[in-house]
């Protein structure tokens, strides 16, 4: 892979998952550096190298960028512009969930509140049927304790 070949394929992850200001910094970023590294004396492959996957490194800057990965942002101008929806699966069918988002982390609490509740109805229903007969219970708890008295040891 070479320098562009990278470029285009972070600018292809990362068209319509993040607000195009971000895929713009990213670009740059990444041209900078790859540019910077070779004026080091630097193989362009060894930098690639380094660099990795270009989708990988779309896929960290669309995790770490709040909003994105809900493909909500169409890519302008440019000879990549789509006016069809992107589709959210890639590569293969696989389609990936962020478990991160506030959504995902509000629908957990809402659970554990609902696993709460019905584990408070459940020891509030036992209880509401066992403390009327407290009294009844008490009362044969005594009379067991004087019956085991008076048959004791002592008793005869």
């Not at 362009?44 to 990965?69: Q, V």
Request: glycine share 12%.
């Amino acid at each position: 892979m070479n320098k562009d070949e990278f470029i285009q394929g972070l600018r292809e992850a990362l068209s319509g998952e993040v607000p195009p200001a971000v895929m713009m910094e990213n670009q740059r970023y990444y041209e900078n550096y790859i540019r910077t590294e070779m004026e080091k004396g630097r193989m362009e492959s060894e930098i690639m190298e380094e660099l990795g996957s270009p989708r990988l490194i779309a896929r960290t800057i669309i995790d770490t960028t709040p909003g994105a990965g809900e493909g909500a942002y169409e890519e302008y101008g440019g000879e990549n512009s789509q006016s069809q929806p992107r589709s959210q699966s890639q590569g293969g069918g696989f389609r990936y969930y962020d478990l991160n988002k506030w959504y995902w982390k509000l629908l957990a609490l809402l659970g554990v509140i609902v696993v709460l509740a019905v584990v408070l109805m459940v020891i509030g229903g036992i209880l509401s049927l066992v403390i009327p007969l407290l009294p009844a219970i008490g009362l044969v708890i005594l009379i067991m304790w004087f019956v085991r008295g008076s048959s004791g040891p002592g008793g005869k």
